[in-house]
């Protein structure tokens, strides 16, 4: 078995037990090499994710002019050359599958002085980009793409930044820290100070890491409780060695794998654990899961912990809305935790998991449908009846499930897989190296058969 295999097979077997780790996080790399290439001098980033979407944002960053290396100890070295110093590109950037890599850069460029065209693979062609350009657009920068569905301007498509970008005030429409950084990264090279509104806190790594590099931020609540983020301009960046920790949204698989599999324990060592992306340990422990938090630490200015997860009976919940943002990568496996939950799962004010790499409330709801799940989607959420701990599936052999180019879509049915009658097969498992190289290998650590 894998990353790579078309038609992979995922069946019942042993246990899940031992320890592993997950490869690094990958909005934390994304940012470790944008800021490093933008401060003067030489960082040095080490347990950066090597995925395909981190690798886009290497040679992205590459192609803009900093010099970034492997060295064989797995460390990375990044020669920055200064905010407002970026070169214009000789070639339009490939941005892969990668929406963050896309959006971050779209506001770091916007306020630089050249062009640059963006392509990206036909996942990532259909994702809007209206969210970006539409205050880029503002603070000066000039967009010409393609028009997508639903009215959105999406991929391939040119921007012309410009110098000096004006500095604005920007209240979020969606809750997408995607859209809040790239605001934040054009603010790097406009004078004065830029402000992004964030009316539902969002994942907080831009702010904590243009921090660390010495740019001059500052977060305020407002009296209705959003938060106010200030940026200081024409920022000049210090170099930084940076420690990436494991990526939670990574160590999701194997934590729910073990939940939902009988005899399992599972540890994972290392988890980023930054309570704006640690929504689905909560929901799951407050779904009954034997899940324990323990050796919790700080690791490179985010908080780390190693998590247990043991094989445990789980209760339906009602996942709050407003916990969404800090779980949205986790919503795919989660939904196949709650297809073995007792009773049933509510969840709502998801719609944002439509634009992600597939539509993601579809293809979940398609998927565990044709896996005997009980799942009713909702234009916001699902609806899920549990099997009460009970194998899904049975019938007519395995099913095909189809992943649409979704790495997170292919490892929530590689779990689910595992606690089938008869096993299913995912159409093409090649996404998975976006995210998670040696995820496979993971599993097959864990099922003792590597
Ligand atoms: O800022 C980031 O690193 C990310 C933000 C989220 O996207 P949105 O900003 O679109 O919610 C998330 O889904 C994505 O995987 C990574
Ligand atoms: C949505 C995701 O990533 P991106 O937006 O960077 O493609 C993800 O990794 O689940």
Redesign the pocket.
Known sequence: MTDHARNTLFEPGAPLRGTVTVPGD?SISHRALMLSALAVGESRISGLLEGE?VLATAAAMRALGAQIERGADGVWRVHGVGVGSLVQPATALEMG????STRLLMGLLASHALTATFVGDASLSKRPMGRVTTPLGLMGAQFMGTSGAGGSICLPLTMRGIVPAVPIEYRLPVASA?VKSAVLLAGLNAPGITRVIEPVPTRDHSERMLRGFGATLTVEADPDGARIISIHGEAELNPQTLVVPGDP?SAAFPVVAALITPGSEVTVTNVGMNPTRAGLFRMLQAMGADLAITNEREVGGEPVADLVARHSALTGIDVPPDVAPSMI?EFPVFFVAAAHAQGITRTSGLDELRV??SDRLALMARGLTRIGAIVEEQEDGLVITGSGGDPLGGGNGAPVIDAELDH?IAMSFAIAGLNTRGGLVIDDMSPVAT?FPGFADMLATLRGAA
């Open positions: 990958k979407d599958n990668s929406g963050t995607q949204s990568d992600k790499e997170r995210s």
